[in-house]
């Protein structure tokens, strides 16, 4: 009877031991399956190791225009949210406003237009210069 039951018991154990194999090879396979298989890096965003700030890559400060068709134009050209659409009476009204508090609405953010218009590689001159080609276009 001992010895039966010593069979059965190595038998259970190798089974149990068979089986939490499988289990651990089956969850290394689930985990494999349902990995991510890319990931998302914002141009300017550091932290991940992504992209550099295309300033730095260029060499210097860009153009209004450069920051307009880049980073500007999905709004304002479009007049997305209440954005101020390029080319019109829009920014003749908010250039009576001065430069510099138009500067200052861009990098806090106005209404729904986040803070530096989500351009977070652009400097402050760079903004400045993207406001200027915007209100210029205007007149």
Excluded at 38 to 43: D, L, M
Excluded at 84 to 111: F, V
Aim: overall charge neutral; some cysteine; proline content about 3%.
């Amino acid at each position: 009877m001992k010895k039966i039951t010593s069979v059965l018991f190595a038998l259970g154990l190798s089974i149990f031991l068979g089986t939490s194999a499988q289990a651990a090879n089956d969850d290394a396979a689930v985990v494999e399956r349902i990995k991510a298989v890319g990931s998302v890096c914002i141009e300017g965003d550091t932290s991940c190791g992504g992209a550099a700030p295309v300033a730095a890559a260029s060499g210097g400060t860009r153009t209004g225009e450069e920051i307009y068709n880049g980073k500007c134009a999905g709004c304002h050209a479009t007049g997305a949210a209440g954005a101020p659409k390029y080319g019109t009476s829009d920014w003749a009204e908010r250039g009576s406003k001065g430069l510099g508090a138009l500067l200052e609405s861009a990098i806090n953010g106005l209404n729904a237009m986040p803070p530096r218009g989500l351009c977070a590689d652009c400097s402050d001159k760079e903004l400045r210069n993207a406001i200027k080609y915007m209100v210029e276009s205007a007149k």
